[in-house]
């Protein structure tokens, strides 16, 4: 087992979990493609960082804080919802993506490639997965009460915008760093399917949140291994991986 | 009952160019009922919601804070500063219909807002909760623990809805508010359901001293539970207490002609 298949590894399960925690409160927003979709807007930025040399998860953080941007812009100027305003975004990302990435980098562009990640990579995925973790374990209560209800939330003084940003920035990090892993297109598995297998599985919100997050890891850490072992393409390898899992929560649905 | 405890003047909400509440002014005192009455789209919720501080409005909303030295807990972080007097509200939403999609226990929904498991529990005893038994109630040690930790197992989206009204009412509880504002609180509710939900509100009211402010379809309420009504269509129509609501002030609210009890829910 070499180094750099470790560095990997330490990543993954990191940015699965964080991915896994996020996506519990994803899913209850019914904003279970908000992931997937700022998956691709990632995309001209990592076409641009393979262009100029960089490093992917940097030039997929820089346009997804333009994407986000522009969302909120467009938000305040119509009344659409916020879906439809995502997709637009999302569906240009998309097209100018497939005309910056280079051809020969276009399937690590869209479903990652684990060898390139580093040591300082993997250090740098562990310390921001933490961050994420705090910064989301001290809004998660509020969260949950702006999901159940706008108003009730905001009679509680909870300031909705404030949390949602906050919440979404959190999402870019961790799409930042996971399309390193499993590329631009599968990014937003990582989030949707371990918290929807989580959701069949559990009956309150410890036991949600707490199997997103280990179902993340699980299948970060099997999918990799399989990788390992098959040397099919890790990105696809981790999301079937965790689609399993989600069909084998079906039989035990409660 | 004695001072005023909300003052309402000129009153006015407007939402994307359309006027919603036009020039409301009234008064509600300590320990008073107030429902208010209208029909679909008159600004019922609005009205509440403006209350609450989370609609924007012209006008003057002044809230002033009960006879103080009742002891009642302050809580160290409070949740509106907008509000310099520091009274408390609570507020029961007309629908949650996400909640149920939530994998959330009982427990965890309290939670949700910072409070001691005590006051929880004082809290599941003043809605009645207590009636609750768990299906193996037989000769344990403590009952009441038994049916708390039961109730606060309890999947949300598992309970019946009258069950579900009355967690409601228990979590605006939470802080022990001084004023609670209710939006439709029985809807989807059987009669018998809603009965107890009316005997909980008057139960919480004379316990706790507090203020009431009731949006409602439901006359009949209005009769039992009410000290004054407020009938509302964008402006206020009328404000008296209860016995004269007649059914001609109900037909020029609601339009047509309309006996309390024929009304029916859509």
Known sequence: MNSQFLFSLISGIFIGGVAGYLGSLMLSKRMAL?????????????????????????????????????????????????????????????????????????????FGDISKVSFEMM?????????????????????????ISE?????????????????????ATMVALGVKIVGSLLV????????????????????????????????????ILLFRLTGILAGPSIILTSTLFFLVSLIFKR | MGNIILKVEDLNVESEGERILDNLSFEVKEGEVLTILGPNG????????????????????????????????LHGKTSRPDHPKKIKIGYVPQRLPFIKDIPMSVGEF????????????EILNSIGLK?????TASSHSSFYSEWASNILAKKIGDLSSGQFQRILVGWAMVGNPQVLLFDEPTTGIDISGQESI????????????????????????????????LCLNKKMLCYSVPKELTSERLSQLYGGKIKFYQHSHE
């Open chain 1, 188 to 223: 937003g598995a990582l989030v949707i399917i371990p918290a929807a297998t989580a959701r069949n599985l559990s009956k309150n919100l410890k036991e949600y949140y707490l199997g997103s997050v280990v179902l993340g890891i699980l299948s970060c850490l099997f999918g």
């Open chain 1, 34 to 110: 908000v992931g997937d979709a700022l998956g691709h807007v990632a995309l001209p930025g990592i076409g641009l960082a393979l262009l100029f040399g960089l490093d992917v998860s940097f030039g997929a953080f820089l346009f997804l804080l333009l994407g986000i941007f522009l969302i909120w812009l467009f938000e305040i100027k119509t009344s659409l919802p916020m879906e439809a305003l995502v997709g637009v975004v999302f569906v240009a990302s998309l097209a100018i993506g497939f005309l910056i990435v280079p051809e020969p980098e276009l399937l690590e562009a869209l």
């Open chain 1, 123 to 147: 250090i740098v995925s562990i310390i921001f997965s933490l961050l994420i973790f705090l910064v989301i374990n001290r809004i998660y209560p509020k969260m949950i009460l702006a999901n």
């Open chain 2, 131 to 135: 009636d609750y038994n768990p299906p």
């Open chain 2, 110 to 121: 309290f939670k949700l807002k910072v409070s001691s498991e005590k006051e929880v529990k």
């Open chain 1, 151 to 171: 108003d009730l939330a905001k009679s509680e003084g909870i300031k909705i915008k404030k949390e949602n940003f906050i919440y979404l920035l959190s999402i």
């Open chain 2, 198 to 229: 009316y005997e909980l509100l008057e139960k919480l009211r004379k316990e706790r001293n507090l203020t009431i402010l009731l949006v409602t379809h439901d006359l009949s309420i209005v009769y039992k539970l009410a000290t004054n009504c």
């Open chain 2, 42 to 73: 008159a600004g019922k919720t609005v009205l509440l919601k403006t209350l609450l501080g989370i609609l924007p409005y012209k006008g003057k909303i002044e809230w002033t804070s009960p006879t103080q030295g009742r002891g009642l807990p």
